[in-house]
């Protein structure tokens, strides 16, 4: 029908550019080429769109990295809108602006990756926090309390390198529960 032909309906909007929203457009750009072929669409009307209101993708990796997962994604046809928040989702698409500028994209497909945040609990608690996550030292101890660790989503570390937090992902939660636990054995037998 003339309603599936709407090259709207073949735009898919990925609201965030952490790890999460690029690894699911890494994915979906290497299977788009395949879909395309096997349902007898031209590639060519299929557009990706990211859209991050941070001033950079992937926030807290190294610039290295950034790049290159940018230069790969946008050689798949994924757009970037760096420095543009969604302001609205709609029901033909998004609103996103930049600058006082708005915009709006329509898309018959919109993804949510951004936003991630602790859990509320933790904004409760009375320990400093941002967005729901405690600020640790590298032992993972919450500063001035040498008995209470924080790991996994509830955790801010901060990378000296970058100067910015570790993303809360799986791998860093993994890594942070196999050093808790190792840093709990040393405090029990008595070493710091």
Request: with cysteine; hydrophobic share 35%; aromatic share 6%.
């Amino acid at each position: 029908t003339e309603a599936e032909k709407r090259p709207e309906r073949l735009t898919i909007v990925v609201g965030g550019a952490g790890f999460t929203g690029i690894e699911f457009l890494g994915e979906l750009g290497n299977r788009i080429p395949e879909l395309c072929r096997e349902y007898d669409i031209d590639r060519q009307q299929v557009r990706l769109i990211c859209v991050e209101a941070a001033p950079s993708v992937l926030p807290g990796f190294d610039p290295e990295l950034v790049d290159y997962a940018v230069n790969y994604l946008e050689g798949k046809g994924v757009e970037f809108k760096i420095g543009t928040a969604v302001k609205e989702c709609t029901p033909d698409g998004i609103i996103c602006g930049k600058d006082n500028q708005t915009e709006e994209i329509k898309a018959g497909t919109v993804v949510w990756a951004a936003g991630v945040r602790g859990n509320p609990i933790i904004e409760e608690s009375g320990f400093e926090n941002m967005r729901g996550r405690v600020k640790v030292k590298p032992d993972l101890r919450v500063e001035g309390h040498d008995d209470i660790f924080v790991i996994g989503d509830c955790s801010l570390i901060i990378n000296e390198e970058t100067e910015r937090p570790y993303p809360p992902t799986a791998q860093i939660s993994m890594q942070q529960g196999e050093t808790c636990a190792n840093n709990l054995a040393a405090l029990i037998h008595g070493k710091e």
